[in-house]
């Protein structure tokens, strides 16, 4: 959501920011923009895609060493080129670029317009640097002095950099509850709102904390202070990410790329977690809280979207294994019910980003009331894997397409050893049937290898299908957030309307919708509620819909009953999320490419979702 890349050094800044923007992309936006600072503050911007703007600013200045560019996701304001940053101050002295939200923009602004300002866009954006240059004109404080006064000012959240035409040689950045990263490279500084920008040019990066504020010399002078004029010593980590992560490497769309890599990104996110031969499952990240999880009486899982439905299979793998109540939450909805929670409870916060705003939120509110915070997220050095007591990363690597395939895959991953090394310490789990588990789970890679055989298949299936105007997915038991997880997908990437139900509620509503136009997905793999589904069926048949089924392979009830059937490997029942969820992955891919949908883009959405 929203896109911020910024340079200063000795190189032309254009070139560097245009690339990071590109490199932004799949965070989804709707307009773009650029200012580059010579002899002038040239600022440059449209609504549209980054290719837009590189049309738009041909034949222009674009000469200089420090510059700021953005992409830009609309809250305040429509998608248009007014509304687009970065946002020049009144004088066109400063200009800024912002992630997050002002909330209370409104008064503000009201002040602001009774002192003579006048506004050319509709964001909340624009109030702030106005704001700013106020306190910085009537104060008589310098620029970075200007921005914290500011700051203590506004309810919100933001990542903001700052450009001031008079200082060339100086970036300002802060950020609150949306994520920033400075790049150090040889007398050059890189700023972004994460790291794909910025790995390319150096692996030396500072995460910003909330409420803090960084001053960027070009000489090479770097310093952070609150915004309680707190001075803060850096923390330099290395980056991890490698570069070949962040391109296609030969594949159509990264979405289709990010599908191919689940047997690496499950297998990545048991190595050294899972050792079969020992006999050991340990998640090194949550060690210390081990004997607490142990001695839980309650679990809370607080997610959304494709999070969510991981979370929905942890529930079920934690209570049948563990035997501790599991509640899960959408995270959105958590904070704002006033929740019952207790200080011996756990909460387990999930994120393919780590910097979902309202996980955030729900992570600080349960923190307020004592309970202890286990976060599961892809990102190292995100918002989310400082705010918790402790957590596991996924290793799923960069996922660049904004509809999540293999953070999903590797959120189950993490959850199911998660839930094995509870039972096994707590001893809810015989030795036996803990062995059978963990050797099955051990070969799941390989049977995700082979799952992805069935793609040439499901492309014919999409030919059928691809006109569709409405879907239902249904599936029971651990394959009923399966069920939910594909309808997503189909309605994230392709815009055709879909439902995930449990199989048993299909007759308490959803029935009513399938006709001899309806495809009806149906998850029936020959495990647990195998004999209900099949009656599910039939239920389905006997109405005219069109049953595409998920089913083990050699399963010849199923295969005889569907219009059409896409074989998986049998696995154990609590393992069959991690297998049935890739042809459903295929399924919504080849639909949307058929109907020219922007698969790694989609429309309104955005990937990591910094607002709420």
């Not at 000795?10 to 070139?15: E, L, S, V």
């Not at 109540?325 to 207790?342: D, H, L, Q």
């Not at 139900?501 to 006709?515: F, N, T």
């Not at 069959?576 to 989609?602: E, F, K, W």
């Amino acid at each position: 959501m929203c896109g911020i890349v910024a340079y200063i050094g000795p190189k032309q800044a254009y070139p560097i920011l245009i690339k990071g923007l590109h490199r932004l992309e799949y965070r989804g936006y709707d307009s773009a923009g650029v200012a580059i600072l010579n002899s002038e503050l040239n600022l440059y911007k449209t609504h549209g895609k980054v290719n837009d703007l590189e049309e738009a600013v041909k034949g222009k200045d674009l000469t200089g060493t420090i510059g700021i560019a953005h992409t830009r996701w609309a809250t305040h304001g429509e998608p248009n080129d007014v509304n687009a940053h970065p946002h020049f101050s009144y004088s066109k002295n400063l200009a800024i670029i912002h992630n997050g939200i002002i909330e209370n923009y409104a008064p503000l602004k009201q002040e602001l317009l009774k002192r003579g300002y006048v506004f050319e866009s509709e964001t909340d954006t624009e109030v702030l640097i106005h704001l700013i240059e106020d306190i910085q004109l009537n104060e008589s404080v310098a620029l970075e002095e200007a921005l914290q006064i500011a700051l203590n000012q506004v309810v919100g959240a933001y990542a903001i950099v700052i450009i001031n035409k008079h200082e060339p040689d100086k970036l300002v950045v802060a950020r609150k509850g949306s994520p920033l990263v400075i790049g150090i490279g040889e007398k050059e500084f890189f700023v972004a709102s994460d790291a794909t920008p910025i790995v390319e040019y150096t692996r030396d990066v500072v995460y910003l904390n909330d409420e803090e504020i960084a001053v960027i010399n070009r000489n090479g002078d770097f310093k952070i202070r609150t915004i309680s004029n707190i001075e803060k010593t850096p923390y330099i980590q290395t980056l991890e990410i490698n570069l070949s992560a962040l391109e296609k490497e030969g594949f159509e769309h990264f979405m289709l790329k990010e599908i191919y890599e689940q047997p690496k990104s499950i297998r990545d996110s048991m190595r050294g977690r899972l050792i079969v031969q020992k006999g050991v499952v340990s998640l090194g990240g949550i060690s210390e809280y081990k004997q607490k999880m142990v001695n839980a009486k309650r679990i809370i899982i607080v997610a959304c979207g494709t999070s969510w439905h991981a979370g929905i299979v942890g529930e079920y793998l934690i209570e049948e294994l563990t035997r501790i109540p599991v509640e899960i939450e959408y995270a959105s909805e958590f904070r704002y019910r006033n929740p019952i929670i207790y200080e011996d409870d756990i909460v387990i916060a999930i994120s393919q980003s780590g910097e979902t705003a309202d996980t955030l939120a729900a992570i600080e509110l349960a923190k307020s009331k004592g309970a202890t915070i286990i976060g599961i997220c892809n990102v190292v050095g995100s918002s989310i894997a400082r705010a918790t007591h402790a957590g596991s990363y996924t290793h799923a690597g960069p996922e660049i397409g904004v509809a999540s395939t293999k953070a999903f895959t590797s959120q189950v991953t993490i959850l199911t050893l998660m839930a094995l090394m509870i039972a096994e310490a707590k001893g809810t789990i015989s030795q036996s049937r803990y062995h059978q588990l963990i050797t099955e789970l051990d070969t799941i890679p390989s049977k995700v290898e082979k799952t992805l055989l069935v793609n040439d298949k499901i492309i014919e299936l999409a030919k059928i299908f691809k006109d569709s105007r409405n879907a239902l997915y249904l599936g029971r038991g651990y394959n009923y957030p399966v069920a939910m997880e594909g309808a997503l997908k189909l309605k994230e990437i392709s815009y055709i309307h879909a439902e995930g139900y449990p199989a048993a509620e299909m007759k308490h509503g959803p029935i009513a919708l399938i006709d001899e136009e309806m495809p009806v997905v149906i998850i029936a793999t020959n495990k647990g509620t195998y004999k209900k589904v099949i009656s599910n069926i039939q239920e389905v048949k006997a109405r005219k819909g069109k049953i595409i089924a998920i089913i083990t392979e050699g399963d010849e009830t199923v295969k005889e009953l569907a219009d059409h059937y896409i074989e998986v490997p049998e696995t154990e029942e609590m393992l069959v999320p991690l297998i049935a969820t890739i042809p459903l992955q295929l399924l919504s891919y080849h639909i949307a490419v058929m109907r020219g949908c922007n698969v790694d883009q989609p429309r309104n959405l955005a990937k990591s979702v910094t607002v709420e």
